[in-house]
Structure formats: structure tokens, C-alpha cells
């Protein structure tokens, strides 16, 4: 419909919206609240190393979205890698004799019985997630539960803050705010490590180029993206076996010093509607060099109807597609619940070239081991850690796992509780010997890692998908490829309106369809009232409305005999969000519109402390401007202008938000309006 720009008042609404919600809330840990919008996947987030998790009330994965279908339990990176161990003054470890006569048989460079043929004393380890079997979580938000007693003040002024965050429009390469500039004030804190500010909490909304505006002009691919980070360490200084779940217990975590900024795309054109893409930027936070690494996704599937609670997760089946042009693996249910589920859910590793994969499956309860990676004798298995083994394409027991690459048919007729393990990595040649295909990352070093995830009903459909993300991950998410196709509609934003029986509704719809409308109900009836609105235009408010309750709303886009809905949103007429009130560290008394909302004429006063030139231009909601006010020099001093609702043609506005923008010298104020009609 347009090309996507969306303003900075609107992202500011929604990280104040975030902030107040946070700060009203009970302490929280684990953040699994939020489900993406867009696109016709409905997905539980996380602050975690994970998707989806223990949450009896709302699926993991819904697909198609509002169907009452469960596709998946967890899903979690995996990231695997070898580093030399260390004593406490930093210095690398030999191996006093080879084979070594036990754990603590070693010594430094500068021992006398040191020579140039004692081998490294290598650390082979993983931190995942979630664990196969276990209830083990090893990637952490940096405001965890281990660090509660630790941190004490600050666990309790930040904790309710390191959150998953979602935003929405808020597209790299883009002026998002209509400043003139791009990407110029990404969201949150740019992460650094190690953070000057000792806090750690990355998610913080701030205001990286100093104009009075948080997170206004950042820049993903995704339409809407989900925002957070996770550490192996705790990136507070401590050192912890740092690992979280009731089995954590019977399990020794050493990290391998990452940090990992995850983030979720989403889309809602048609060929992406049924596509996320989760990008993991992990950086080496240690001193030390972390070699041989490898990555890998872990899935898994539990495919049934949601109401069916925990009946129906052991009869499914994960196999594999592989050609030259494609590596899939999925699951489905084998039974299909007489019909009820007949999707299959995939993985996709995108962009990984000149490396070796794999992918596993496991009988419940035969998950890998690397209880303690250290051991040096460790009974009955072939290695101490049998994660790095599968992650690397090896397999340390023939009798647990099978390779379904190689062998796609092994669970075909053996439906289980199936779970896989998708992985790359690259030559094993070790520190001293490495390849241009060898996969190291040096301290500081960050490693980008992107997993596709989607569903289709059938493998033609699945990889009909999976060339379009190739396509689509090799253009740089550019969207133009799909340009004409049909869009479901996406609703970005709501708010109740201070009459209290109104709400306002913005959506986003990227193809401008024949017809569009907005359906609303109360959330305690089954009946939809339906309102016809003008295609081009994509937000709205809902008016005459009851007050102090719940509604229902979608929007429904029709493309000749195609009708696509957006998700299901719910808001309360008394949801009402004061925009008078905002981030800015300007003083709304310097800048102010009265009356606010209004109709058809608002008064907006100012004050200026020198002569300067002032220009005063206003914007519509997707930051297009509508009406310049004024572009004069002025005194000193208070003045006011008036709008009376009307762009630079003389046409009238629609109902709806905007926003003002003075800019006096090297001073640019910006807030908001709401006309209503």
C-alpha cells in the first residue's frame, strides 16, 4: 500500500507502552507473554536461549493462527566450541603427561617440566537453550535467577526490564522517523561489551542520537521483530555454574563466553506468512579464542490439537529433504488427529556454505550428555560431551542417535515424542592448523547465524518456501521480490481514546487491497460488527463503543476471492494513552496543542529562548508530511499557530494521530495530536 515508514511518535508509544508495562508488573524472569502479530504463525517468545516453553494456557506455535493447532513444544540454539583452559591469573594449561594421569595434571608455560611437545589442555563444550531431555536451561537474560541474590538492587531496578521486546515497522535502510536520516536511532542499547555502564540490560529503550526520542528509526528486516539477549557467563563478573532448571542440579555448566543478541523476524505477505526467521548474533565475550565451533538448531515438534494438553505428543515423526539446492528437516504428526493437523513443521539453516551439516533424532529420554564436559573418564560413553560430538557431525552412540540426512526414512513408521538436532560446522583442524572453512571466533569476534523455521502441507510446499527464503536471505531481506502479491493485514498498534468509548486502531497492509474491513465485538460475544473503510488508509478509530470493556478487533484485507485476516487483537475503551506524555526530555509546557484531541482546530504554543529560524511541520501516522505551519525567523519568546485540520492542498485530514515537529536552530521538539471527526 505504501512504502513502509512509520514515525518516531508511534515507536515511542510503544516503548513507554513496554516501560509502563514492565514497571506495573511482578518481577519476572523467564518473559514468555509475548506472541508476534504479524503473518499467520502465532509464536510464544522468549528472553531466554529458546522459543515456546512450559505454558499450559496459550500454544507454543499455532498454526494456522487462531486454529487451535500446537506445532511445537521448544526450540533453542545450540552453540558448541573448544578453548583452552585457563588458570586464574589467565595463563593456558598443558597436559603434564599423554595421556593425562588425572583432571589436575597440568601446568603453565613457565613450569620447569613445561616443553614445546605437551599438548593444550582443551576444553570441548556446549551451551544450549534447552537441553534435549533435561529441564536445563544454559542461556540466560543477564537478570536470572542466579544472579537475584547477587545483584539485590540492581536485580531489583532492572530485572522487570531485560525483556523480549517487539517492534513493529521499524525497517533498516529506512528514514523511519521522516528526519532525513536512517537508522540512526536503533532500538534499545547498542550493545558493548564489557558494558561501561555496568548494567547490562540491552533492552532499555534509549536515545542513541540525542534528539529527545527513544528507538525511533532502527533497523530490521523484519516487519515485526522480536528483540533480546542472553549470555553463557554472567556478564556481572561472578563466577557460577550457570545453568537454570530442576535438573541443574545433576549438570556442571562451563561456558565458553558468548553473548547472544536473538532476534525474530516476521512478515505478512503472503509467501513469508507462514515463515519466521530467528538471527542470532553471538559474540565472544572471553579472552580466549573459541575454535572449531559449530551451530546448531534443536526442535522439538509436539504436533496435536492444543486442547489435547500432553496426550498426543508421541506420535510424531521427523525425517529429511536434501538435494543441492535444499537442506530440510521437519516433523509431523503421523496420525494427522483424523485430519486435524496436517502441516509439517520445518527448519531451515540459511546461508551456511563450505561446512559440513547433519541433523539427528533421539528416543525420548537418550538425549546427549555433557553432564560434565571435564570428566576424563566418563563410564560408558565414548566422550564427555556427546553434544559437541552430534554438533560436529559425529556420532558418539550409534544405539541413541540417528542421522535422518542420511537416513530420512528412520522414524517413518516409528512415531515418537521425535525431537532433531540440525547442525553445521566447519573443518576440525584445531587451533594451530586452521582452514579458510575452519569456523573460530576470536575475543570480540560476532558470528552471525540465521534459522529458518516454517510450515507448509505438504514437502512440495515446504520447499517451494525454502527457495524463496534462499532467494530472499541472498537479496538482504528485500522485499520488492514480492512486490504485488497480496498481504494479510497487520495490526500494529491500539489504544483507547479519552472519550473512553473509542479506540484507536492503526494497521499495515502492503498491497492495497479491493476492499478492507474492520471487524469489532465485544470480547464476551461471538457476533462481529463490521465497518467498510477506504483501502488506502490504514488506521482508524472505532467509535461509540462501550465503555470500561474489553474488545475484539481484526482487519480483513480482500484481494478478489482472497480474504486474509489479521490476528485477533483485544484492548479496553479505557486503555487510553495521555499524549500529552511521551520520553522526550523536553517539557511538553515548552510545546503544547490545546485542545488535545480536537476538532477541526488545535492552537499549538511554543517558546523559543533565542532568535532563531523556526520551521513547525506536522506529519500523518506513517510520518508523511501533511502541512507545513510555519518557516520563518522568529524573537525569543512565546507564540502559538493554529491548524485547523488541513493539509498543504487545503484538503481535508482524516481522523486520526499526528504529529508536530518544531525545529528552532539546533533544537527539533516533536509530539502528538489526535484529530477527531
Known amino acids: 500500500m505504501r512504502l513502509i515508514v512509520l514515525c518516531m511518535a508511534f515507536l515511542t508509544i510503544i516503548n513507554v507502552a513496554v516501560c509502563a508495562t514492565a514497571s506495573n508488573e511482578p518481577d519476572r524472569m523467564l518473559d514468555a507473554s509475548k506472541i508476534n502479530r504479524f503473518g499467520d504463525i502465532a509464536l510464544r517468545l522468549t528472553n531466554y536461549g529458546i522459543i515456546g516453553g512450559d505454558n499450559e494456557d496459550i500454544p507454543s506455535l499455532e498454526w494456522p493462527r487462531g486454529s487451535g493447532i500446537s506445532y511445537l513444544y521448544k526450540g533453542a540454539l545450540w552453540f558448541g566450541g573448544k578453548v583452552h583452559r585457563t588458570n586464574e591469573n589467565g595463563e593456558i594449561l598443558f597436559w603434564g603427561h599423554w595421556p593425562p594421569e588425572d583432571e589436575d595434571d597440568y601446568i603453565t608455560e613457565d613450569d620447569p617440566n613445561w616443553n614445546a611437545s605437551l599438548p593444550y589442555v582443551v576444553d570441548t563444550l556446549t551451551s544450549v537453550g534447552t537441553d534435549g531431555d533435561l529441564d536445563l536451561v544454559e542461556l540466560l537474560p543477564s537478570y536470572n535467577p542466579l544472579e537475584e541474590s547477587y545483584l539485590d538492587e540492581l536485580f531489583e531496578e532492572y530485572n522487570k526490564f531485560d525483556v523480549l521486546r517487539i517492534f513493529y515497522l521499524n525497517i533498516y535502510g529506512q528514514d523511519d522517523d521522516a528526519d532525513g536520516l536512517i537508522d540512526e536511532d536503533s532500538p534499545g542499547r547498542a550493545f558493548v561489551y564489557p558494558d561501561p555502564d555496568g548494567v547490562y540490560c540491552f533492552s532499555l529503550p534509549c536515545d542513541d542520537d540525542g534528539d529527545g526520542r527513544t528507538d525511533e528509526d532502527g533497523g530490521y528486516p523484519g516487519l515485526e521483530t522480536g528483540v533480546g539477549y542472553c549470555y553463557d557467563i554472567s556478564p556481572f563478573g561472578p563466577v557460577v555454574d550457570r545453568d537454570w532448571g530442576s535438573n541443574m542440579v545433576s549438570s556442571i555448566h562451563f561456558p565458553l563466553g558468548i553473548s547472544i543478541e536473538q532476534r525474530t523476524y516476521f512478515w505478512n505477505n503472503l509467501s513469508l506468512a507462514n515463515v519466521m526467521i530467528l538471527h542470532f548474533k553471538i559474540t565472544n565475550v572471553g579472552e580466549n579464542t573459541i575454535y572449531d565451533y559449530a551451530l546448531s538448531y534443536y526442535l522439538d515438534a509436539d504436533i496435536k490439537p492444543f486442547d489435547m494438553g500432553s496426550e498426543g505428543n508421541d506420535d510424531d515423526v521427523s525425517t529429511y529433504l536434501c538435494s543441492e ?337 518544531m525545529k528552532a536552530g539546533d533544537t527539533t521538539k516533536t509530539s502528538r495530536m489526535l484529530l477527531m471527526k
Open 325 to 661: 539446492d535444499y537442506e530440510i528437516a521437519y516433523s509431523f504428526d503421523a496420525d494427522s488427529d483424523d485430519g486435524e493437523t496436517p502441516g509439517l513443521l520445518a527448519v531451515s539453516i540459511l546461508g551456511e556454505t563450505n561446512c559440513d551439516r547433519a541433523c539427528w533424532v533421539w528416543a525420548l529420554g537418550d538425549g546427549p550428555d555433557d553432564s560434565d564436559p571435564l570428566d576424563l573418564i566418563h563410564f560408558g560413553r565414548c566422550s564427555a560431551n556427546e553434544k559437541y560430538w552430534l554438533q560436529t557431525c559425529l556420532n558418539p552412540d550409534i544405539e541413541k542417535f540417528t542421522s535422518i540426512r542420511d537416513y530420512p526414512l528412520a522414524q517413518i513408521d516409528n512415531p515418537c515424542d521425535t525431537r532433531f538436532l540440525s547442525t553445521v560446522c566447519g573443518d576440525q583442524q584445531g587451533f594451530d592448523n586452521p582452514t579458510e572453512n575452519s569456523f573460530n571466533l576470536e575475543p570480540g569476534e560476532t558470528r552471525d547465524f540465521f534459522v529458518a523455521i516454517f510450515l507448509s502441507d505438504s514437502e512440495g510446499g515446504l520447499i517451494d518456501i525454502n527457495d524463496d527464503l534462499e532467494a530472499f536471505y541472498a537479496s538482504d531481506f528485500d522485499l520488492s521480490m514480492f512486490d504485488g502479491e497480496p498481504w494479510m493485514p497487520g495490526i500494529v498498534h491500539t489504544s483507547g481514546m479519552p472519550d473512553g468509548q473509542s479506540i484507536y486502531v492503526d494497521c499495515y497492509v502492503g498491497t492495497t487491497p479491493d476492499d478492507l474491513t474492520m471487524c469489532y465485538r465485544q470480547a464476551s460475544e461471538t457476533e462481529w460488527f463490521e465497518l467498510d473503510l477506504d483501502p488506502e488508509i490504514d488506521d482508524f478509530i472505532i467509535e461509540n463503543l462501550a465503555g470500561e470493556t474489553d474488545y475484539n478487533i481484526k482487519v480483513v484485507a480482500t484481494y478478489e476471492d482472497l480474504s486474509l485476516e489479521s490476528a485477533i487483537v483485544t484492548r479496553n475503551t479505557y486503555d487510553y494513552y495521555n499524549t500529552d506524555q511521551n520520553t522526550s526530555k523536553f517539557q511538553t509546557k515548552e510545546m503544547l496543542a490545546y485542545p488535545n484531541p480536537f476538532n477541526p482546530t488545535t492552537t499549538i504554543a511554543f517558546s523559543i529562548p533565542t532568535d532563531s529560524r523556526v520551521t513547525l511541520d506536522v506529519f500523518n501516522i506513517r510520518g508523511q508530511k501533511v502541512r507545513t505551519l510555519l518557516d520563518e525567523r522568529m524573537e525569543r519568546g512565546e507564540h502559538s499557530v493554529q491548524w485547523t485540520g488541513d493539509d498543504d492542498n487545503g484538503k481535508p485530514c482524516s481522523s486520526g494521530v499526528y504529529l508536530y515537529r
